[in-house]
């Protein structure tokens, strides 16, 4: 069974970091592409980043580039996303999430973790 365990949300300030966490088990997680989504209150959800299976290709949404960073640890099972320079509309259910096949940009995946929530404060 495939699992997706979401770490590290919490509340900060504007201007302030927190790295997200995201155990994987129960599948091959080295030969997996991985992303994480979010979705704020009362909004759809949004793509955030992606990474291929050998850590390549990191991509980002235009509205977290140069302050999110996605990684991985192939030997962990485990999915990172790094965020700093937090703003407000940064608050959101961060979920991490993968398929078969991954179609970057997109929010339909077939595995998803219970998510993790962030939330930014003044």
């Known amino acids: 069974e495939v699992q997706l365990v979401e770490s590290g949300g919490g509340l900060v300030q504007p201007g302030g970091s927190l790295r997200l966490s995201c155990a994987a088990s129960?599948?091959?997680?080295?030969?997996?592409?991985m992303s994480w989504v979010r979705q704020a209150p009362g909004e759809g959800l949004e793509w955030v980043s992606f990474?291929?299976?050998?850590?390549?290709?990191?991509t980002y949404a235009d509205s977290v580039k140069g302050r999110f960073t996605i990684s991985r640890d192939n030997a962990k099972n485990t999915l990172y996303l790094q965020m700093n320079s937090l703003k407000p509309e940064d608050t959101a259910v961060y979920y991490c999430?993968?398929?078969?096949?991954?179609?970057?940009?997109?929010?339909?995946?077939?595995?998803w973790g219970q998510g993790t929530q962030v939330t930014v404060y003044a």
């Open positions: 990474i291929n299976s050998d850590s390549s290709g990191p």
């Open positions: 999430v993968t398929s078969d096949t991954i179609v970057v940009g997109s929010t339909e995946y077939d595995y």
């Open positions: 129960g599948f091959t997680f080295n030969s997996y592409a």
